[in-house]
């Protein structure tokens, strides 16, 4: 298995390798990667469950093993939405996840900017931008901790508002695979890139164990000729998909494992 912190980049795990809570995956985890994607599929007030989350023992976690955290917002954030009192309660999520959270200095908030069904695109990203202004100035310099990622429609939609409002990007190669978005646009956005999700795609379902050895050989590669030294996280959903997915980059990323 890969050592830790033997790339100019970190590489990470999400929260949810094991069907178990956020601190129990963190105790299993913080061994074995350098930093742990926080995920939250639900906002608080909308959450049927609890979301208990010790940030003290986190942040012994982070000290007794060099780890950082990243922090998936909920996709349940809608910014674009028709309501008023929707995107309200987006931006009241995500300031009050940032400042719950601040004592573990993430490296990145993570953000879908969820497109909206019944609006046309126009209407959707004048929501958008209203939002995103707010967001940002509430937020000021920390403005730039928060990466909007490319889901399923092309991030040019989108990229406009990201570049305006000083946001940055989260890039996820899974999902321009999945939908068929150009992987070489994509890459190109890596001076912006924050933050870097990757994993596999089989059957046209992604968050699977990386098996291509030759991308992840490429993407070594272009990592280390732009200089990345943000996060790459392994978006899986299982121990053993990820513990696979160590494996195949221990071999296919030994030549960028220098001190």
């Known amino acids: 298995m890969m050592s830790k912190n033997r ?7 999400t929260s949810c390798v094991l069907p178990a809570d956020i601190m129990s995956n963190v105790r299993v985890l913080a061994p ?3 930093d742990v994607q926080l995920l939250f599929f639900e906002s608080a007030a909308k959450s049927r469950l609890s979301q208990p989350l010790d940030v003290q023992a986190l942040r012994d976690f ?12 909920p996709t349940d954030i809608a910014l674009g939405a028709a309501s008023r009192a929707e995107r309200q309660e987006g931006i009241a999520e995500i300031l009050r996840l940032m400042a ?20 046309p695109d126009a209407a959707w990203l004048d929501n958008l931008a209203a939002s995103l202004q707010e ?10 901790l928060v990466a909007v990622e490319n889901i399923e429609y092309p991030f040019g939609l989108v990229a406009h508002l990201v570049t305006e409002y000083g946001l940055s990007v989260c890039l996820d190669l899974g999902h321009l695979v999945r939908y068929g978005h150009d ?26 164990a990386l098996a291509d050895a030759e991308q992840a050989r490429m993407l070594g590669r272009r990592l280390a000729e ?26 296919a990323w030994q030549s960028f494992g220098g001190e």
């Open 100 to 119: 719950q959270l601040t004592t573990l200095a993430p490296q990145s908030f993570d953000l879908h900017l969820v497109r909206e069904p019944n609006l």
């Open 226 to 251: 732009a200089g990345y030294d943000g996060v790459v996280t392994l978006e899986m959903y299982s121990l053993e998909k990820l513990k696979g997915s160590l494996a195949l980059l221990a071999e």
């Open 62 to 73: 982070a000290d007794q093993h060099a780890l950082t955290y990243t922090v998936h917002l």
């Open 32 to 34: 074995m990667v350098d």
């Open 183 to 208: 992987l070489e646009e994509g890459l190109g956005l890596l001076p912006r890139v924050r933050h870097l999700h990757y994993h596999g795609v089989r059957d046209d379902r992604d968050h699977q």
């Open 135 to 144: 967001l940002s100035g509430a937020l000021g310099e920390e403005k730039k």
């Open 7 to 13: 790339r100019l980049w970190r590489l990470g795990a």
